[in-house]
């Protein structure tokens, strides 16, 4: 019949919780002009690999064929070559981006929103009417983080 046997397709995993609160979202937000849109402060950090790629790669070949340059893939001995970036931006300024040195938790994180966010949002926004946004990965939503954030809404708003 033609079928092959593969690996599913990974996809962000969804709850109809998660789906219901994208939609509130869009919706409080589907009237918003370009000049609200224009206070928004984005930012998210990721993690890039140069030597290799996480999680496992196929190749299809015949047999005899596997150290052609097509059926290789080639790694290091030690280390993932990896590293971890936050960064920001914004309709008018592109932000900081830093190189994150340590597995990204709540403190790290709130030391990466003091040093480098606030004087960002200070220099774009001087009279404290930036948006920020920020996904809701675990390390953003600590209750640290949170009431950190809430302390300075004098100087920017946390978007929900």
Same mark, same amino acid.
């Given at each position: 019949?033609?079928?092959?046997?593969?690996?599913?397709?990974?996809?962000?995993?969804?709850?109809k919780?998660?789906?219901?609160?994208?939609?509130? @979202?869009?919706? !409080?937000? #589907?009237?918003? =002009?370009?000049?609200?849109?224009? *206070? %928004?402060? @984005?930012?998210? !950090?990721? #993690?890039?690999? =140069?030597?290799?790629?996480?999680? *496992? %790669?196929?190749?299809?070949?015949l047999?005899?064929?596997?150290?052609?340059?097509?059926?290789?893939?080639?790694?290091?001995?030690a280390?993932?070559?990896?590293?971890?970036?936050?960064?920001?931006?914004?309709?008018?300024?592109?932000?900081?981006?830093?190189?994150?040195e340590?597995?990204?938790?709540a403190?790290?994180?709130l030391?990466?929103?003091?040093?480098?966010?606030?004087?960002?949002m200070?220099?774009?926004?001087?009279?404290?009417?930036?948006?920020f946004?920020?996904?809701?990965?675990?390390?953003?939503?600590?209750?640290?983080?949170?009431?950190?954030?809430?302390?300075?809404?004098?100087?920017?708003?946390?978007?929900?």
């Open positions: 019949m033609g079928l092959c046997s593969r690996r599913p397709t990974r996809v962000p995993l969804l709850t919780r998660h789906c219901q609160l994208r939609l509130q @979202w869009a919706r !409080e937000h #589907r009237d918003w =002009i370009m000049d609200e849109w224009k *206070r %928004v402060v @984005w930012s998210d !950090e990721s #993690r890039f690999l =140069i030597h290799h790629v996480d999680g *496992r %790669v196929s190749v299809r070949r047999p005899g064929q596997q150290l052609l340059p097509s059926c290789t893939a080639g790694h290091t001995q280390g993932d070559g990896g590293i971890m970036l936050w960064g920001t931006f914004s309709w008018a300024a592109l932000g900081p981006v830093i190189v994150v340590q597995i990204m938790k403190a790290n994180y030391n990466i929103i003091a040093g480098q966010l606030h004087p960002y200070t220099f774009v926004f001087p009279t404290g009417n930036g948006i946004q920020q996904d809701n990965a675990p390390c953003h939503k600590a209750r640290i983080v949170l009431e950190s954030l809430e302390e300075h809404t004098d100087e920017f708003h946390l978007m929900s």
